[in-house]
């Protein structure tokens, strides 16, 4: 069964700070890699997708990459802003179709 | 068009009763999925739907679940004779070129 480790479970930074998420998988053999945010008692929002072909996406301040070989990605946001604070969850698939695993997230609070 | 819908937002019901909810996904969307969430973890796949054919059930999806997807629009998912185990978000999700989207949820309180 595949596990997803989502490092540091929680984060508090001051704003303006850049910070980086952390997303491993103990299977390496990741198809697609997406990134998302959730707000309190809210759905996911989709941030950023890797798919197969793709080592990397960039979207504004947010930037995340995969390394297949290890099966870890990360989530890159530069000058964090208040608005930034959320749960930040990496999910992946082993195949063409979309049931996600996903990690327990990383409760993000950006400190004015 | 403005997403996934689910429908209610937030049930609370008894013990033993029966609840239902519905997903809209977004339309040309033909897969769409069930996940659960529970307090402090991340959605866990419950089903998944290729048009209305039900193409897998996770293991978590007991005899007490069950959900289907008349005409391949939008879908429900039934739990019978409900446990304060189930209580949890259950999202639905369909995707687009890849890219997975959700709706907003049904908050689920098993009392």
């Known amino acids: 069964k595949q596990e997803v480790t989502q490092i540091p479970a929680a984060l508090s930074v001051p704003e303006g700070e850049n910070l980086v998420l952390n997303c491993s998988f103990t299977d390496s053999a990741i198809y697609n890699l997406q990134w998302f945010r959730q707000d309190p008692g809210k759905g996911l929002t989709s941030l950023l997708l890797?798919?197969?072909?793709?080592r990397e996406q960039t979207s504004g301040r947010l930037n995340a990459s995969l390394d297949k070989s290890s099966g870890r990605s990360t989530l890159y946001i530069a000058a964090s802003q208040p608005g930034d604070s959320a749960t930040y969850l990496c999910a992946g698939n082993l195949n063409w179709a979309n049931n996600l695993f996903f990690g327990t997230g990383t409760r993000l609070t950006v400190i004015p | 068009d403005t997403g996934v819908s689910q429908n209610p937002r937030h049930k609370i019901t008894k013990r033993g009763q029966n609840v239902t909810f519905r997903c809209d996904p977004i339309s040309e969307h033909n897969r769409l999925y069930w996940y659960r969430q529970t307090l402090g973890q991340g959605p866990e796949f419950l089903t998944y739907?290729?048009?209305?054919?039900?193409?897998?059930k996770s293991r978590l999806l007991s005899d007490r679940f069950s959900a289907e997807r008349p005409k391949g629009s939008f879908s429900t998912l039934e739990i019978q004779r409900t446990e304060q185990g189930d209580s949890a978000m259950y999202l639905c999700a369909t995707d687009w070129r890849a890219e997975a989207f959700f709706g907003q949820g049904t908050r689920l309180t098993v009392v």
């Open positions: 739907f290729q048009n209305e054919a039900q193409l897998e």
């Open positions: 890797i798919q197969s072909s793709q």
